[in-house]
């Protein structure tokens, strides 16, 4: 009798990377995906001569619902999805729209002030640009030495 090898074995198991769904990488993937928090907010960013573009999705969202703040160098971006009710009859089958709250956050650097940041938002994409800060110069400063 031919010994048959582990990949093959795993694989007629259903645990090989071909098959299609298996219980233990479904919940491993939603507990330890990286890309949980982007599924939700993905960001384009770009640059500028005059600064930096953040291009946001975020569909579905009133522009009321999302909150911009910058705090010690971070440019935090907060929504909220409302679920919508519905008004029929019968029992949803499934549910694939995210509800709830999620946010996001962006280090911009201590140097970046309120007001060199504005954004917009139009058609679930929030626009977010960031002037680049004038960097001044430090003058070379000579100690008297005593």
């Known amino acids: 009798m ?22 233990f990488w479904s919940l491993f993937n939603d507990y330890f995906s990286e890309n949980e928090a982007t599924d939700v907010m993905k960001t384009d960013i770009s640059e500028n001569d005059d600064g930096y573009e953040l291009e946001v999705e975020v569909p579905g969202v009133d522009k009321k619902d ?15 999805v409302n679920k919508k009710e519905r008004h029929g009859h019968g029992k949803n089958l499934r549910m694939e729209r995210y509800t709830g709250s999620f946010s996001r ?25 960031i002037k680049k800060p004038v960097e001044t110069k430090q003058e ?3 100690i008297e030495i005593k």
Do not use: W
Request: aromatic letters at 10%; a negative charge.
């Open 2 to 23: 031919a010994q048959m090898n582990v990949e093959e074995n795993n694989r007629r198991e259903g645990y090989g990377v071909d098959s299609y769904y298996h219980p």
């Open 140 to 142: 070379e400063k000579f």
């Open 66 to 80: 999302i909150r911009l703040s910058l705090d010690k160098g971070y440019l935090s971006i907060a929504a909220k």
């Open 105 to 129: 956050s962006f280090y911009v650097g201590n140097n970046v002030k309120k007001e060199d940041i504005s954004a917009a938002c139009d058609n679930g994409i929030l626009t977010i640009d």
